[in-house]
């Protein structure tokens, strides 16, 4: 009789389980989860030993978690810890040291660009401080891919539940989600904490992620990368400083070209899909004795497929942009520097760390399938130098006041047309608007057609609305 009344304890639907679980997760009981409770769900085939460690690992991220499922305070928490793993590290000497390069780096500047200087001082940063500043850029980058993961997740789990439980899956998409979510997201705090121990400077990556405006270099990690160069220590920190500088005023100046870049950045993201067949084959050799190689297919990139043709000429404009970018940048810095006896050596060694991939395409690479390699920025200093010679530097920095303005991929090839338009231009010889750039000056202006303000400008006969008063010419 116990045992009928045993068994009869035992006969709860799959559902009824699964929202039992799904209410001691969002509980956050200290007893965790119940095994023989997961057991028995393993008629949705569902590794439940491998539920169970997940969930354990994840119970604490609902908490945080935004509405998208993912937790980007775990990410935080991730990043600082690696990033702080080895103390500050900064002393006042470092730091004055650092000071005093910013202030004869900003001289130097001020004479080879017509770019006005930064309203905020230089900073020198902590790594921890590196990544306070920049997580919610890279956030913004992660998140498409972030998203994709935790959808991919989702949309397996249904796969392999019985029809019968079909509409009970569909109600645990948020957890789902989150378990996806928070995976990736602790994917990320580990890259970019690792990353807070391998950059320079705020600009060392080629995007912009620090705040608008704001100049930095991480003293830890400038000791690392000047210890092999067998360059003077206070010639290497006046380098370092003149290119952060000038990065950051260049970003500054022309405020439409962070969201320039973001954008497309993003914009390749969102591209991205998870390989379901790569998930499918993952799960079906999972190990619950190794639940680290859902992560480290993260890590690794295995769960996104190959890009597609527009994803690759997404990347090819974006690695255009950031050549022109730092093209410019370079050739401002060795103009500032030239007076350094080193600044050759370094520059350098600057490109070659570059050309190499770096640490931003470490981190996006993994992350999101992003390589950020700018593999013209030789061909882009070429024609910011060609540029410069010919025109001078005020009509040069010119080119960054409009998006329009800026130089394109053909203008990398053949920078001597680009040099002949800006000559002309010099001579007062620009070129005929079209009738849609007219049309677009004149709506820009509040020159609505119809208002009166084109025309013979004579008096509204009071019919000024019919097409035949003001058709264009």
Same mark, same amino acid.
């Given at each position: 009789?116990?045992?009928?009344?045993?068994?009869?304890?035992?006969?709860?639907?799959?559902?009824?389980?699964?929202?039992?679980?799904?209410?001691?997760?969002?509980?956050?009981?200290?007893?965790?989860?119940?095994?023989?409770?997961?057991?028995?769900?393993?008629?949705?085939?569902?590794?439940?030993?491998?539920?169970?460690?997940?969930?354990?690992?994840?119970?604490?991220?609902?908490?945080?978690?935004?509405?998208?499922?993912?937790?980007?305070?775990?990410?935080?928490?991730?990043?600082?810890?690696?990033?702080?793993?080895?103390?500050?590290?900064?002393?006042?000497?470092?730091?004055?040291?650092?000071?005093?390069?910013?202030?004869?780096?900003?001289?130097?500047?001020?004479?080879?660009?017509?770019?006005?200087?930064?309203?905020?001082?230089?900073?020198?940063?902590?790594?921890?401080?590196?990544?306070?500043?920049?997580?919610?850029?890279?956030?913004?980058?992660?998140?498409?891919?972030?998203?994709?993961?935790?959808?991919?997740?989702?949309?397996?789990?249904?796969?392999?539940?019985?029809?019968?439980?079909?509409?009970?899956?569909?109600?645990?998409?948020?957890?789902?989600?989150?378990?996806?979510?928070?995976?990736?997201?602790?994917?990320?705090?580990?890259?970019?904490?690792?990353?807070?121990?391998?950059?320079?400077?705020?600009?060392?990556?080629?995007?912009?992620?620090?705040?608008?405006?704001?100049?930095?270099?991480?003293?830890?990690?400038?000791?690392?990368?000047?210890?092999?160069?067998?360059?003077?220590?206070?010639?290497?920190?006046?380098?370092?400083?003149?290119?952060?500088?000038?990065?950051?005023?260049?970003?500054?100046?022309?405020?439409?070209?962070?969201?320039?870049?973001?954008?497309?950045?993003?914009?390749?993201?969102?591209?991205?899909?998870?390989?379901?067949?790569?998930?499918?084959?993952?799960?079906?050799?999972? +190990?619950?004795?190794?639940?680290?190689?859902?992560?480290?297919? /993260?890590?690794?990139? &295995?769960? $996104?497929? =190959? @890009?597609? !043709? *527009?994803?690759?000429?997404?990347?090819?404009?974006?690695?255009?942009?950031?050549?022109?970018?730092?093209?410019?940048?370079?050739?401002?810095?060795?103009?500032?520097?030239?007076?350094?006896?080193?600044?050759?050596?370094?520059?350098?060694?600057?490109?070659?760390?570059?050309?190499?991939?770096?640490?931003?395409?470490?981190?996006?690479?993994?992350?999101?399938?992003?390589?950020?390699?700018?593999?013209?920025?030789?061909?882009?200093?070429?024609?910011?130098?060609?540029?410069?010679?010919?025109?001078?530097?005020?009509?040069?920095?010119?080119?960054? +006041?409009?998006?329009?303005?800026?130089?394109?991929?053909?203008? /990398?090839?053949?920078? &001597?047309? $680009?040099? =002949? @338009?800006? !000559? *002309?231009?010099?001579?007062?010889?620009?070129?005929?608007?079209?009738?849609?750039?007219?049309?677009?000056?004149?709506?820009?202006?509040?020159?609505?057609?119809?208002?009166?303000?084109?025309?013979?400008?004579?008096?509204?006969?009071?019919?000024?609305?019919?097409?035949?008063?003001?058709?264009?010419?």
């Amino acid at each position: 009789m116990a045992d009928d009344d045993t068994s009869a304890g035992n006969e709860n639907s799959p559902e009824d389980d699964f929202q039992e679980l799904i209410r001691q997760l969002f509980g956050g009981g200290a007893g965790g989860f119940d095994p023989e409770q997961l057991s028995r769900l393993s008629g949705m085939n569902i590794d439940p030993a491998m539920m169970q460690a997940v969930m354990r690992q994840l119970q604490g991220a609902f908490a945080n978690a935004d509405e998208s499922g993912i937790s980007w305070d775990m990410a935080k928490r991730q990043a600082l810890h690696i990033a702080n793993q080895e103390g500050l590290g900064v002393t006042a000497g470092q730091r004055t040291d650092l000071d005093q390069a910013f202030a004869l780096a900003t001289l130097w500047l001020s004479e080879a660009t017509a770019i006005s200087e930064l309203p905020a001082p230089p900073e020198t940063l902590t790594r921890g401080g590196w990544v306070e500043a920049t997580l919610p850029v890279w956030q913004e980058l992660a998140e498409p891919v972030a998203t994709s993961i935790a959808d991919a997740l989702t949309a397996a789990l249904s796969a392999q539940a019985p029809e019968d439980m079909q509409g009970m899956i569909q109600g645990a998409g948020r957890l789902m989600r989150t378990v996806g979510g928070s995976l990736f997201a602790s994917q990320l705090g580990q890259v970019v904490g690792s990353l807070s121990k391998e950059v320079v400077s705020g600009g060392d990556v080629g995007i912009p992620l620090m705040p608008d405006g704001e100049a930095a270099i991480l003293p830890q990690n400038f000791a690392d990368f000047g210890r092999d160069l067998e360059v003077p220590e206070d010639q290497l920190a006046l380098y370092v400083a003149t290119r952060e500088l000038a990065h950051a005023r260049l970003f500054r100046h022309a405020r439409w070209l962070r969201l320039h870049v973001i954008s497309q950045v993003t914009d390749f993201a969102r591209g991205v899909h998870v390989d379901t067949d790569a998930l499918e084959e993952l799960a079906s050799r999972f +190990d619950p004795s190794e639940p680290e190689e859902l992560r480290r297919a /993260i890590e690794s990139g &295995a769960l $996104l497929p =190959a @890009r597609s !043709e *527009a994803q690759e000429a997404a990347l090819a404009r974006l690695e255009n942009l950031l050549a022109t970018i730092e093209g410019w940048v370079e050739v401002v810095t060795a103009d500032a520097t030239s007076r350094l006896p080193s600044a050759q050596r370094i520059a350098e060694a600057v490109r070659r760390r570059r050309a190499v991939g770096g640490p931003a395409e470490r981190a996006l690479g993994s992350l999101v399938g992003l390589e950020i390699r700018p593999r013209r920025m030789r061909e882009a200093a070429a024609m910011w130098r060609a540029v410069t010679d010919a025109v001078g530097p005020a009509a040069r920095d010119a080119l960054w +006041d409009y998006p329009d303005l800026m130089p394109s991929a053909s203008d /990398i090839d053949d920078p &001597a047309s $680009l040099v =002949a @338009r800006l !000559e *002309a231009r010099a001579r007062g010889e620009e070129p005929v608007p079209d009738e849609m750039d007219d049309a677009l000056a004149r709506l820009l202006a509040g020159e609505v057609p119809g208002d009166g303000s084109e025309g013979d400008g004579s008096e509204d006969d009071g019919e000024s609305g019919t097409p035949d008063d003001h058709r264009p010419v």
